[in-house]
């Protein structure tokens, strides 16, 4: 079934280890992204990539970074995580980065940073 | 500055009763607004987009540009539909979305 993938589901990670969390969609989307979802907050956009080979910071992009070598993967990388990063995160990812393209979300990934 | 308001939070209602979740933005532009909802355990779902003036499970979303508004109407709440409800804008790169309203449908 197409659609995307996420791993791991949930991570348990002490802080100032690095973490990277793996995004895979197999709809030939150009455009994916990440946001984290914090109770009270909502969503909220880290990074985006709008097509292969290029990436742009999104609302809340500070401790993350992301690469997006070819079209179907879109990993996220903690370099040293701190406590604040426990959250929800959700990759999507969506036809074109046009804005009335809707957006297709994975499962998440549940984090907690001790 | 985009910006999407969800003034409540939480939202109860009896199933058979109407049901509207507000939703209110801020934005220069010509807005994309969406209503994505996400079941219990379950991942974020695209409801309904107002592009597409489309009925989704009984929700309708009408845009008001003079309100700056786009809340999500449904006549005969079901039990089925509660759930976490997100509206978004979308700002040209992404979705911009609201803190998000949690509706319960109690019999």
């Known amino acids: 079934i197409a659609g995307i993938t996420q791993a791991p589901t949930s991570q348990i990670l002490a802080a100032g280890r690095r973490m990277t969390l793996r995004c895979t969609q197999d709809?030939?989307?150009?455009?994916m992204y990440w946001y984290r979802q914090d109770l009270g907050l909502g969503l909220r956009l880290i990074h985006y990539?709008?097509?292969?080979?290029?990436?742009g910071k999104g609302e809340v992009p500070d401790g993350y970074s992301v690469s997006r070598a070819n079209t179907d993967d879109f990993p996220l990388t903690l370099a040293s995580a701190v406590p604040s990063q426990t959250s929800v995160y959700f990759c999507?990812?969506?036809?074109?980065?046009?804005?009335?393209?809707?957006?297709?979300f994975g499962d998440g990934t549940r984090l907690s940073i001790l | 500055a985009q910006r999407v308001t969800q003034p409540e939070k939480l939202l109860s209602v009896f199933k058979g009763a109407p049901v509207e979740l507000k939703c209110n933005y801020s934005?220069?532009?010509?807005?994309?607004l969406f209503w994505y909802v996400q079941y219990s355990r379950q991942r974020l779902q695209l409801l309904l987009r107002?592009?597409s003036r489309e009925s989704i499970k009984g929700f309708t979303a009408d845009l008001n540009k003079g309100e700056t508004s786009f809340h999500l109407k449904k006549p005969f709440a079901q039990e089925e539909d509660s759930a976490m409800y997100y509206c978004?804008?979308?700002?040209?790169?992404?979705?911009?979305f609201g803190k998000g309203t949690s509706l319960l449908v109690t019999p």
């Open positions: 999507a990812s969506s036809l074109t980065g046009d804005s009335n393209q809707p957006q297709h």
């Open positions: 709809m030939r989307h150009n455009a």
């Open positions: 990539s709008n097509t292969a080979g290029t990436t």
């Open positions: 934005y220069s532009g010509s807005p994309e």
């Open positions: 107002h592009i």
């Open positions: 978004a804008l979308n700002s040209g790169y992404a979705l911009n």
